[in-house]
C-alpha cells in the first residue's frame, strides 16, 4: 500500500470514527426525559448523574495522555469507540437506577479516551497533509449529531423503548466502526520521531491559553444545547414545536461552517478564521439577548452555529503545532477543558438567568467567547495557511482525499 493510499483511508476511517461518536452522543443526550422516566431518576438526583460524565470523561482523558505513550492513539480509540457504543445500548438495557449508573459511568470513561485519542489521530494527519483537514473531521460529527438526533425523534415519536431506539444504530455501527479501525493512521506511521514527549518545563503555560479558548467555546456550545429551547419558548414567547427548532438549526449551520472551514483556514489562515468565528459567535450571542422575537432569536442561534463550530477544531489543531514534538499529550490536556466548559456552561446561565433575568445571561458567554480574541495569535503566525514552516513545505508533498493530489 502506498504512502497515499493509506493517509487516505486513515483519513476517512477517521473521518467515520467522529461520525459514530456524533451519532452516539447524540441519541444519549437527546433522550435524557426518557432515561429520567425509565429508571426513576429524580430531578435533583438528575444533574448528579449529567455531571458524572463529564468528570469520568475528564480523568480518562488523563490518563489516556499516559496510556498512547505505550500503545499509541490508534489503538486506544480502537477499543474506546467499541465500549462508547455498548455502553449506550447498556443505558437503554438496564432496569434499575445501578445499572443506569454503570452504564453512564462506563459511557463516560470511554468517551474520554475516545474524544482524546480521535482529536490525536487528527492532529497528526493534519501534519501529515500539512494543511487544515480538522475541521472536515468535526464536520462528520455535526452531520453524526444530526442523524441521531433525527433518529432519536423518530423513536420517540413511534414510542420505542430506549433499547429499541438505541439497538439498530450500535448494530449498524459497531461492525463498521471495528472495520474502519483496521486502517487508523497514527502519528509513529507516519512519523519518523523520537517517542512522545512532555511538554516540557513551562509547556503547559503555552498551552493554557487554548484551554482558556476551549473552555469558553465550550461553555458557548452548552447554553445553545440546553438553553435554546427554554430561552426562546419562555423569554421570546414561541411555540413549544419551535421552540425545539434553535438546537436543530445551530447543529446544521455548525455543519456547514466546518463542511467549508477547511478551505477559509487554507485561504486566510487559522489566525483569521477563529477571530471572524469569534466575532460573529459574539454576534449570535448579542442578537439572542436583544431580539424581540422568536425569529430574530433564531437568527441569533444561527448566528453561534457558524461562529462557534471553527473555534474547537482549531484549537486542537494549534496544541498539536505549538508542540509538534508532544502533540498527543497537548490534546489530552487540551481536551480536559472540553469537559470543563460543558460542566461550567449550563449551571452558570441557569443561575444568572434566575437570580437575574435570561437575556443579561446570554452575555456571559458572549464575553467569554470574546476572550478567544486576546490569545488569537496562539492558533499560529499571521501569514501561514497551515502553521510553521516545516509543515508548509509537507504540504507540497501531502495528496487530497479524492483530488488526486491537487490542492482545493
Not at 476517512?12 to 429508571?39: E, H, K, M, N
Not at 437568527?299 to 452555529?305: K, R, S
Not at 497551515?386 to 488526486?404: I, L, Q, S, T, W
Amino acid at each position: 500500500m502506498t504512502e497515499d493510499v493509506r493517509l487516505r483511508r486513515g483519513r476517512a476511517s477517521l473521518g467515520f470514527s467522529f461520525f459514530v461518536q456524533g451519532v452516539t452522543f447524540a441519541l444519549l443526550v437527546t433522550r435524557i426525559p426518557a432515561i429520567q422516566d425509565r429508571y426513576g431518576i429524580s430531578d435533583g438526583l438528575l444533574p448528579a448523574f449529567l455531571a458524572a460524565v463529564p468528570v469520568l470523561a475528564g480523568v480518562s482523558s488523563v490518563a489516556t495522555e499516559h496510556l498512547v505513550k505505550r500503545v499509541g492513539p490508534a489503538s486506544v480509540l480502537r477499543w474506546a469507540q467499541p465500549l462508547v457504543l455498548l455502553s449506550l445500548l447498556g443505558v437503554g438495557a438496564g432496569s434499575q437506577m445501578w445499572h443506569v449508573a454503570v452504564a453512564l459511568g462506563t459511557f463516560g470513561l470511554s468517551v474520554g479516551a475516545l474524544d482524546a485519542s480521535m482529536n490525536m489521530l487528527g492532529v497528526s494527519l493534519q501534519r501529515a497533509y500539512g494543511r487544515s483537514i480538522m475541521l472536515g473531521f468535526h464536520a462528520a460529527y455535526s452531520l453524526g449529531g444530526i442523524v441521531g438526533a433525527s433518529a432519536a425523534w423518530a423513536g420517540a415519536h413511534w414510542h420505542l423503548s430506549l433499547f429499541a431506539s438505541y439497538l439498530p444504530a450500535v448494530v449498524v455501527l459497531l461492525p463498521l466502526a471495528l472495520y474502519g479501525s483496521r486502517f487508523y493512521v497514527g502519528r509513529r506511521d507516519i512519523e519518523d520521531q523520537v517517542p512522545e514527549k512532555g511538554l516540557g518545563a513551562g509547556g503547559f503555560t503555552l498551552l493554557l491559553p487554548l484551554c482558556l479558548v476551549m473552555a469558553c467555546a465550550y461553555i458557548g456550545d452548552s447554553t445553545v444545547s440546553n438553553w435554546s429551547a427554554k430561552y426562546l419558548q419562555d423569554v421570546l414567547g414561541s411555540s413549544e414545536q419551535l421552540a425545539t427548532v434553535p438546537y436543530n438549526v445551530y447543529m446544521v449551520t455548525t455543519l456547514i461552517g466546518r463542511a467549508v472551514g477547511d478551505l477559509g483556514v487554507r485561504r486566510f489562515g487559522a489566525v483569521a478564521v477563529v477571530r471572524i468565528g469569534t466575532l460573529v459567535a459574539a454576534g449570535g450571542f448579542a442578537v439572542v439577548a436583544a431580539a424581540p422575537g422568536a425569529w430574530a432569536g433564531m437568527l441569533g442561534f444561527t448566528l453561534l452555529g457558524i461562529g462557534l463550530c471553527v473555534i474547537v477544531p482549531q484549537t486542537f489543531a494549534a496544541a498539536g503545532r505549538l508542540f509538534p514534538g508532544a502533540s498527543d499529550t497537548a490534546v489530552a490536556r487540551l481536551n480536559i477543558f472540553n469537559y470543563v466548559g460543558f460542566l461550567i456552561g449550563s449551571p452558570l446561565v441557569g443561575g444568572i438567568g434566575d437570580a437575574w433575568s435570561y437575556r443579561g445571561a446570554m452575555l456571559v458567554p458572549m464575553a467569554l467567547v470574546l476572550v478567544t480574541l486576546f490569545h488569537a495569535r496562539s492558533f499560529g503566525s499571521e501569514g501561514a495557511r497551515y502553521g510553521v514552516r516545516h509543515e508548509r513545505r509537507a504540504g507540497d508533498r501531502a495528496v487530497d482525499v479524492g483530488r488526486g493530489g491537487n490542492e482545493v
